[in-house]
């Protein structure tokens, strides 16, 4: 038997181009796993006739772990969102988000070393919303915040520091303007904040923290936040050191954690092998060190960092005209040498 069973999903649009360069890197590694392949999109929709096949899920709940490509949720199918239904159904509460410099990127800072965690299961996002009128001129949406997640989010931020030498804390919300929902989320960080004496604790209005975040980003270590806030924070962060293709994600529940890309399947580059496939790689690195493999977690990043530093083997967005799987066979060299 093998050490490691996993659930692999290679994807939609570019995910399963990206997915051969991540099993380049993977496999150097030479760390015994098996993996059981999936699906899950539009590959799934025609195969099953549902996005989001019952033997995926039960491929996940029976591995614990899965490595997913981007994927594409399909037009009409009743899914807001096959990702969202997926965390959903797997109860995956946190979305954990690292923003890294990576030298040799063109980018606005090169100090950047923060993570976003994101709470994945409520605000908007539940997309709890209507029409008021027969009309359809006035709609609403219901912005449900609970103690609960509130709770569950931030003692996991807090606990994400402490496990990864990290320092302070910064939780993010619009307390001054939603009083209730956003003031519940404040005042149970405040109260969560008390059990984790040894890490620094502040908060911020959003809109000043989307300010600040352009302006000092160095300034931050984890950020904790609402579902919608975390969304779009993760994403201007991305942009600060490079864009979409540095940014790797984990969602992580109390028994079961899906690792992935922030960004979409890019259907426009299918077949291209022109994407990058970093974000992918280091969503597996941090799939490993939840694993408990550390020093291979380590070892990949900085094949990451040294493949972009030379420059040589980089994908169109990091400036180079490297194919998704030249740079991938790349950083799987490095990862020898490091
Ligand atoms: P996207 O992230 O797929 O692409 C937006 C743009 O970002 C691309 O056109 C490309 O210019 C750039 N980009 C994205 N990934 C890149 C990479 N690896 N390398 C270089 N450039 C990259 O966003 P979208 O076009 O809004 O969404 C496309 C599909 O992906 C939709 O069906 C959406 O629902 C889905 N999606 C899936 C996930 C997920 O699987 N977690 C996340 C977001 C969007």
Redesign the pocket.
Known sequence: MSKYRISLIR?D??GPE?MEAVMLVLNNTGLDIEWEECIAGESALEKYGTPIPEETIESIKRNKVAL?G????PVGTGFR?V?VALRQELKLFANVRPVKSFEGVPAKYNNIDLVVVRENTEDLYAGVEHYVDEDKTCAESIRIITKKASERIVRFAFNYARENNRKKVTAVHKANIMKFTDGLFLDTAREIAKDFPDIEFEDRIVDNMAMQLVKNPENFDVIVTTNLFGDILSDLCAGLVG???LAPGANIGDEYAVF??????????KGQYK?????VILASAMMLGYLGEKEWERRIVQAVAETIKEGKYI???LGGNASTVEMGKRIAEKLLEV
């Open positions: 994807g649009g570019t990206i997913k981007p994927i594409t949720t969102s990702n864009g979409l293709g992935e890309a922030v960004h979409g399947s890019a259907p426009k580059y994407v990058n496939p970093t974000a994908t169109y967005d």
